[in-house]
């Protein structure tokens, strides 16, 4: 019996759980980075594109943009509180890891140096009060506290 393709899958496997350990080490709160890729995919790539670029009308970028918005205050509660994130039909767990991952994917260079990652149940809080009408009022709001941002 020849060991040898046996010794490769096994290698192949403890490459990828390395890498994937790796992966969420660099991702505090992010339980699953290929679930939060694919909840992203399915949940809000359609409006804020494979990129995170969003569009000029209504789906704000999130690429190199979204994580300033944990840099004032209110911030943080308004990204849980928006339509698309409070409304989603996920579990709070899952938001939570996909709201993190999101946060390191699109903006890790902006995350604050004391960023926590969200948990299920700040989320579940959050989604409680989700913003209407009024997002984008708030939104213009804090944008106007963060300094020489232009979206």
């Known amino acids: 019996m020849n060991a040898r393709p046996?010794?490769?899958?096994?290698?192949?496997?403890?490459v990828v759980g390395a890498a994937q350990?790796?992966?969420e080490e660099a991702m505090p709160g992010v339980y699953?980075?290929?679930?939060?890729?694919?909840?992203y995919k399915l949940k809000c790539q359609g409006c804020h594109r494979p990129d995170?670029?969003?569009?000029?009308?209504?789906?704000p970028p999130m690429n190199g943009h979204v994580a300033r918005f944990l840099q004032v205050p209110g911030?943080?509660?308004?990204?849980?509180?928006?339509?698309?994130?409070a409304t989603v039909d996920l579990d709070d767990v899952r938001l939570a890891n996909l709201m993190n991952w999101t946060l390191y994917r699109f903006d890790r260079e902006n995350l604050p140096d004391d960023f926590v990652p969200y948990s299920?149940?700040?989320i579940s809080a959050l989604r409680k009060r989700p913003l209407r009408a009024e997002r984008a009022g708030v939104r213009e709001g804090l944008v106007a506290q963060m300094s020489g941002v232009k979206f």
Request: no cysteine; aromatic share 4%; hydrophobic share 45%.
């Open 32 to 39: 699953d980075a290929r679930q939060a890729h694919s909840d």
């Open 21 to 23: 350990a790796t992966t």
């Open 75 to 85: 911030g943080r509660e308004f990204l849980g509180r928006v339509p698309g994130v």
């Open 6 to 14: 046996l010794l490769v899958a096994a290698f192949a496997l403890a």
């Open 120 to 122: 299920a149940t700040e």
């Open 52 to 59: 995170g670029s969003g569009d000029a009308l209504s789906n």
